[in-house]
């Protein structure tokens, strides 16, 4: 009987002891006390942030993140948050942060139980060409009119565990197209509409480039060919000349008013 009580005993602190913390993001796990897990890769400058339940498993709640002196050199801890059912930190690598494996320390606590505490392990690692960007047409090509909508896709793709501001500029004039800021969260790819407003009839030559933390990622070259109506050919002048010698832009001024004639 004896033997049989410290056999259950032995089982319950075991159980005890090894209690599971549970990572929520940027992946799901429940690991036992001084587990390591890797978390994803990240970039240089990026900020990541690591959440896990508040159920300690020993009948009390997590209320206190921190993480050891395993932080490395200018890592900084940008904040820390309790929620409802949940922990988070959240970490910001420095733009010369060396491309590597680090381990952080994560250390669970609980503010009204100073004995109670544990910790995990987690990984990351810093690399490059996380993110990935790509442009296609999607207007027809010969379907071009002064005036109407032409359409381009963006897809991007963000391999990290952290999300991607990812700002998409042209050479074209701002009247044509405005410039648009796009974010797409961890390990996710979304697709974004560029639409651009062609308002001067001829061939425009020009190209997209796609910026994030000041690095131009990819670009993308295209040629539009415009097609004149009737009141755009003689209106293009308001908004810009067509593509061709300022020798003829007595006539373009006498087709701007002639527009306004037609637009009434």
Known sequence: MKNAFLVVF?????SFA????????????????GASIQAGYVSQGQVFELIFSDDSGYGQ???????????????????TQVNDASLSIKIKVPENANLNFYVLKIIFSNTNEPTLSDFVNVSVVVKENLLDVSF???????????????????VISNSSIAPYTVTV????????FEEKVFEVNQNSSSEFELNVKPLVY???????????????????????NIQPTLKGKFSSVMTGFPFFNFSLLPFQM?????SLVLGN
């Open 136 to 154: 296609v047409r999607a207007s027809v090509e010969n379907a071009s009119v002064v005036g109407e909508p032409i359409i381009y896709k963006t």
């Open 18 to 33: 090894f209690a599971d913390v549970k990572m929520l993001s940027p992946i799901e796990s429940s690991l036992i006390f």
């Open 202 to 224: 001829g061939k425009q030559v020009f190209s997209f480039q796609a910026i994030s933390n000041k690095t131009i990622v990819s670009s993308f070259s295209s040629t539009l």
């Open 61 to 79: 709640e997590w209320n206190k993140l921190t993480v050891a002196d395993s932080l490395p050199l200018n890592w900084e801890v940008v904040s």
């Open 169 to 176: 500029k042209s050479t074209l004039p701002s009247n044509w």
């Open 10 to 14: 032995v089982v319950l602190l075991a």
């Open 254 to 258: 006498f087709n701007s008013f002639f």
